[in-house]
């Protein structure tokens, strides 16, 4: 059974540039949550989609965006990038109601 | 608002030994699911244990266990007989059960060197 894949492994990106990544849940699960984990504030919420809606929203600014489709691969989206945005990006994908999560080996964005 | 604390920002044992990594959460939702997760210098998470807020018994997995004191609101993950490749961040989770959301939050963790 094939994991949570996320991919690029490894982003490096100029200041003010956009970026996408994408995460692809375990088959069959329907929920896809994103967290952004640094060294200074941890790991923190993104947002949550369940059957391509957004079910929960983190405390982060507007340019941070995601999406899910009908097969439930999920895509997040950062414009406008910032020095601070630099982090490790994690995936994590769960049949939705409440059950253990898998998580992806992560997304490590690095901003020059 | 739930709030995950782990006050070890670093624990060395030697291989073998048995270690136990502190965890205590606050929250006013009766009902909770509490995880315990390894990070390995690689990035990925990998799920440990989980222990509902009402299960009677304390999990385990393996080597694995959840020293949970509901009333201290504590989670301590217990690993016995420690190996080399045991050594990396472990991080305690809580997520409510009744909200119908998935969303984690996470405490900031406890690196783990085991040593020779």
């Known amino acids: 059974k094939a994991g949570v894949t996320q991919t690029p492994r490894y982003l490096i990106k100029t200041r003010g540039q956009q970026v996408t990544l994408s995460c692809s849940p375990i088959?069959?699960?329907?929920?896809v949550s994103w967290y952004q984990q640094t060294p200074g504030q941890g790991l923190q919420f993104l947002f949550e989609?369940?059957?391509?809606?957004?079910?929960n929203k983190g405390n982060f600014p507007g340019r941070f965006s995601g999406r899910q489709f009908s097969n439930s691969r999920s895509e997040m989206n950062v414009s406008t990038l910032e020095l601070g945005d630099s982090a490790l990006y994690l995936c994590a994908s769960s049949l939705g109601g409440g059950d253990g999560y898998t998580f992806g080996s992560g997304t490590r964005l690095t901003v020059v | 608002a739930q709030k995950i604390t782990q006050t070890q920002p670093g624990m060395f044992v030697q291989e073998k030994e048995a270690v136990t990594l502190d965890c205590t959460y606050d929250t006013s939702d009766p009902s909770y699911g509490l995880f315990w997760y390894k990070q390995p210098s690689s990035g990925e998470m990998i799920f440990l244990i989980y222990?509902?807020?009402?299960?009677?018994q304390n999990a385990t997995e393996g080597r694995y266990s959840l020293n949970f004191q509901k009333a201290r609101k504590s989670a301590n993950l217990v690993i016995s007989a420690s190996q080399l490749g045991d050594s990396a961040m472990y991080f305690c989770?809580?997520?409510?059960?009744?909200?119908?959301?998935?969303?984690?939050?996470f405490g900031k963790g406890t690196m783990l060197l085991v040593s020779p």
């Open positions: 989770a809580m997520r409510p059960m009744n909200s119908g959301y998935s969303t984690l939050t």
């Open positions: 088959s069959g699960h329907r929920s």
């Open positions: 222990q509902g807020s009402y299960d009677q």
């Open positions: 989609y369940f059957s391509e809606t957004q079910r």
